[in-house]
């Protein structure tokens, strides 16, 4: 291949990548505005831009403003963490199986949640069911640094976080199992299924910072995601440290999904989903696919979160089991794909 072949693929590579984010930042930008105008109250296009923008006071206002707003920056904020996540867990784990979920970040963080609506906190505090999730992420951060070493591998750090979110998910069915309450069960069962309806700026504003700060520290990885995906002795020889990229994947993992389980309960398969539908059109590069991932992510939650209003506008259906309903099949999809490749 000549110099002048090469330039040309990377240039149109370079052109394909540059058109594939510009698309999915037209498509979260339009699923954000989707997010705001779809509800059950028939609002007006122009009434519902006015009461966003201008409007002060009145119930159009306060459903544009306190209720569909805060649903909508939630859902492209989850969802970029859950993309992301997901995308720098494979990256590092080399495995095409990993999501978010692996550490146990999710499992302990719905366990937080579980204890504070069983003993009541989250009745008398408003924030007693996010802050206890927080803690229960945070928890399972500290358990997963010391459970996998310093210089614990891969494998290490998976057996961990299975063990973790084996326990996790072991308590919060002993709490469900010895609840006295029905009406507790039942809004732990729902609270668990994953919901952005009802959420206000008062969860924005507890699991933006945090969502953020993972985020940002889940960027850093991508020029040692590259490294790494060509084996960790060449990882080695460019004098990246593996045990200093597992810190950073740990701590950003927990603060981005702990966060995101903490304000709208358990969302799964976004992070498995979004970064194999987008890595083959990225030619399977971590430092391209992060970024891309994250956006990716948002705009699919965004998605899911409108078509749980359209699908049923007279039901609560749970956002997480729509998310579950699509992703499951897909997940099938992939082992057997894995299967007839490995035949």
């Not at 904020?77 to 146990?104: D, H, K, V």
């Not at 366990?111 to 229960?136: E, I, S």
């Not at 952005?196 to 985020?215: C, E, K, N, Q, Y």
Request: hydrophobic content about 60%; overall charge positive; some cysteine.
């Amino acid at each position: 291949m000549t110099a002048r072949s090469v330039s040309a693929f990377a240039s149109g590579r370079g052109l394909s990548i540059r058109l594939l984010t510009v698309l999915l930042v037209l498509a979260v930008v339009l699923l954000f505005c989707a997010s705001l105008l779809v509800g059950p109250a028939a609002l007006g296009l122009g009434e519902s831009l006015s009461a966003l923008f201008a409007g002060k006071g009145g119930p159009v206002v306060l459903v544009m403003q306190e209720i569909r707003l805060p649903r909508a920056i939630l859902g492209l904020l989850i969802g970029a963490a859950l993309g992301l996540s997901g995308a720098a867990m494979q990256g590092f784990l080399r495995n095409p199986l990993a999501e978010p979920g692996l550490i146990g970040v999710s499992g302990s963080a719905a366990l937080g949640a579980v204890l504070a609506l069983q003993t009541g906190l989250a009745a008398a505090f408003a924030l007693a069911l996010p802050l206890a999730a927080l803690a229960g992420a945070g928890l399972s951060a500290a358990l997963i640094l010391i459970l996998a070493g310093p210089g614990g591998g891969a494998l290490a750090l998976i057996l961990a976080g299975v063990a973790i979110s084996a326990l996790a998910g072991a308590a919060t069915s002993l709490v469900l199992n010895l609840s006295p309450n029905p009406f507790a069960a039942a809004e732990i069962v729902y609270w668990m299924m994953g919901s952005l309806a009802d959420r206000s700026f008062t969860h924005v504003w507890l699991a933006a910072p945090l969502i953020l700060a993972g985020m940002v520290a889940l960027m850093t990885l991508g020029r040692g995601l590259d490294a790494l995906s060509l084996g960790e002795d060449a990882a080695a020889s460019m004098g990246l440290r593996p045990g200093r990229m597992r810190l950073v994947l740990i701590l950003g993992t927990a603060a981005a999904v702990g966060a995101s389980v903490a304000v709208a309960g358990a969302i799964g398969f976004v992070g498995l989903v979004v970064p194999h539908i987008l890595r083959p059109l990225v030619g399977a590069r971590p430092s391209r696919l992060l970024p891309l991932s994250a956006l990716g992510g948002a705009a699919v939650l965004l998605a899911a979160d409108v078509a749980v209003r359209l699908i049923a506008p007279d039901r609560d259906l749970k956002l997480g089991v729509l998310t579950a309903l699509i992703g499951a099949p897909f997940f099938l999809h992939l082992i057997w794909t894995m299967r007839r490749a490995e035949a």
